[in-house]
């Protein structure tokens, strides 16, 4: 069986943000860490080699083996900023309406520029998406 990839390192987050490109996309990733780091309580980690995650739960994934993940957290991906919003987005509609500028997968949040969206109503949706992270899971 193939070993999780998307797991826990000691990379260094600020190595990490301090080369994504462009300079932009660099303020953003910076912005929404600081925001993360204050609404989760948690310090930024990498997850992986690419994703910068906050805290952690214990879920069970699809062959029954219990698997962390972050509780949430986000990547500076070259078309997008990815935040990953692990709560999903079903429970949120009135909050994306007001979001601004988005598209979604099923826990994925992606923007171009947090220029785009409302940074209140991320701030709320993230909050919420933690609370629902925290009373569902056994949560880090």
């Known amino acids: 069986m193939a070993e999780l990839k998307t797991r826990p390192t000691d990379q260094s987050v600020a190595d990490f943000l301090n080369a994504v ?17 204050r609404l989760t309580g948690s310090k930024a980690r990498m997850w992986g080699s690419s994703i ?8 069970v994934n699809t062959t ?11 990547s500076p991906r070259k078309a997008n900023l990815t935040l990953y919003i ?18 979604t997968g ?4 992606y923007v171009k520029r947090l220029s785009d969206v409302d940074l209140d109503v991320l701030e709320d949706l993230i909050v919420q ?12």
Not at 64 to 74: Q, T
Not at 129 to 139: D, F, H, L, V
């Open 21 to 37: 490109e462009p300079e932009q996309r660099r303020k953003d990733a910076w912005t929404i860490l600081e925001m993360m780091e």
């Open 52 to 59: 910068v995650g906050f805290g952690s739960y214990t879920y």
């Open 106 to 109: 099923k826990s994925c949040l």
């Open 86 to 103: 692990m709560a999903g987005f079903s429970a949120y509609d009135a909050l994306m309406a007001r979001l601004g500028k988005h598209t």
């Open 64 to 74: 029954r083996k219990p698997a962390e993940w972050p509780l949430i957290g986000f």
């Open 129 to 140: 998406s933690i609370g629902y992270m925290r009373e569902t899971y056994e949560t880090h």
